[in-house]
Structures are given as structure tokens and as C-alpha cells.
């Protein structure tokens, strides 16, 4: 099983920190942000990895984490040349993936505590063609994509509505996902949004309206390090899970 780690994007919240260093080589503690996802992935028996970075910080990435072998892993490199969506981005990793092959996708600043290996064994149980994704129970819904889900199927979700004013649970998508190959065919035939990218809940959508997107909920701490303050959170609640 593979990895991909999504870490382009502009940080337009953290400006001007990211006006000289892509947010996910910001430090958390006294390791970059990105670090940390390189990390959890490894622990869970997935070492070769794809990071899709800009060309922004491309020779920073190179020079900091090389090839990978000093990290306990694998890596190649994909730039995303301008943000396109979190699903844009993923379509770079298509010849990564080989064919029926499964994989993690992990946004750059998703910073949690969780251990990846029950989640990921539980995706290696489901059929070819189907989706994965893990939630967190948050304070204020309305921020994220919120999963409604199947009444008849519970371990389904019918259908994730992006930032509802009302949010129909108290639960968030995580910027943690798995697939097999199958997602880049969707990838191709999803429209951009009124924003001009291409969303990934709308990929998530369709799994869901197949009946094909199951989920597992995080236990322990999760943020998606984005803004000043979650940074300043990030940087004491990840301190000592890194050596």
C-alpha cells in the first residue's frame, strides 16, 4: 500500500508566514508540519510515498527530506504548477498508483494523534472500487464537509454537505482519505466548482451515492493546522510524538 500526501496550496490564512515558506514546512515544535504525516504513515507500514508540493518551496522539500531514506521511507515528488483543489491535486498522483492498487491520501496539514494501521486495515477489507474516509467530532460543524449518514447502513455515509449552515451531525471529514485507482476515473469526470477547482467532496459524493463510502471516526487529537492559532495548538498538543 502507497501514500500520497497533498501539501501544495498557497496558506492564504497563515499569511505572511506563507508568503516565504509553504505552510506544511512551517515548524510544529521543533519539527516541520509535514514531518508529522510522513510519520504517521510510516507507522502504519506505508513507506513509499508521493508528496504534491508547489514549486514554491520545491528545493526546500528536496534539500529537508531528500529521497527519504533518513526518515524511514520512500519518496517521489509531484508539483501541483497552480491550486486546482484538493482533487487536482490528487490526480498527479495517477502514475503512482498502479492498477487496482489502494492507497492513503493525507492532507499536508491534517495533524492528529490516531494510529493509521486500524483505519487502513479496515479499508483492505472493502471491495475494489470503494472509499474510505475518517471523521472527527468537532465543536462547530459548519467549518468542514459534514457526513450524513445511511440510516439503513450505518457503517455508510449517504451523502457530505460542505460547510452546511446547519450542520445535520456534530461530525467533520478529515483531510484523511483512502482509494484504490478507481478515483482518478471520477477525478476526470467531476466539473469544477463555482470556485473554478475541483472538489473532493464532490469525489466523495460519488462513492457515497453508490453506496460505496464507509468511514472510521478519530479517537485522539486532530486539527487541520491552517490558521495562527491552531498552528500554536498543534505545536503543544504533537509535542514528544516525534523524536
Not at 21 to 33: A, F, S
Not at 58 to 71: R, V, W
Not at 98 to 107: Q, R, S, T, W
Not at 133 to 146: F, M, N, P, Q, T
Request: glycine letters at 10%; charged letters at 25%.
Amino acid at each position: 500500500m502507497k501514500g500520497v500526501i497533498l501539501a501544495g496550496g498557497t496558506g492564504t490564512r497563515l499569511y505572511p508566514l506563507t508568503r516565504l515558506i509553504n505552510k506544511h514546512l512551517l515548524p510544529v515544535g521543533k519539527h516541520p508540519m509535514i514531518m508529522y504525516g510522513i510519520d504517521r504513515l510510516r507507522q502504519a507500514g506505508i513507506d513509499e510515498l508521493l508528496i504534491v508540493i508547489n514549486k514554491h518551496s520545491a528545493g526546500l522539500y528536496t534539500e529537508y527530506l531528500g529521497g527519504g531514506a533518513d526518515h524511514g521511507v520512500k519518496l517521489t515528488y509531484r508539483i501541483q504548477e497552480k491550486a486546482g483543489g484538493i482533487a487536482e491535486a490528487l490526480d498527479l498522483a495517477t502514475t503512482f498508483i498502479l492498477p487496482g492498487e489502494k492507497f492513503v491520501v493525507l492532507l499536508g496539514d491534517n495533524l492528529f494523534s490516531d494510529d493509521l494501521k486500524p483505519y487502513v486495515d479496515r479499508y483492505m477489507q472493502q471491495p475494489a472500487g470503494t472509499a474510505r474516509v475518517l471523521l472527527k467530532e468537532v465543536d462547530d460543524a459548519r467549518r468542514y464537509g459534514v457526513p450524513v449518514f445511511d440510516p439503513q447502513h450505518p457503517e455508510r455515509i449517504s451523502y457530505i454537505e460542505e460547510k452546511p449552515s446547519q450542520p445535520k451531525t456534530s461530525y467533520c471529514v478529515t483531510g484523511i482519505y483512502m482509494y484504490d485507482d478507481h478515483v482518478f476515473n471520477l477525478i476526470r469526470n467531476i466539473a469544477p466548482s463555482a470556485r473554478g477547482e475541483l472538489e473532493i467532496t464532490d469525489v466523495n459524493n460519488h462513492y457515497a451515492s453508490a453506496g460505496g463510502l464507509e468511514y472510521d471516526i478519530l479517537q485522539k487529537y486532530w486539527s487541520d493546522a491552517g490558521t495562527f492559532d491552531s498552528l500554536q495548538e498543534a505545536a503543544v498538543r504533537m509535542k514528544g510524538q516525534l523524536p
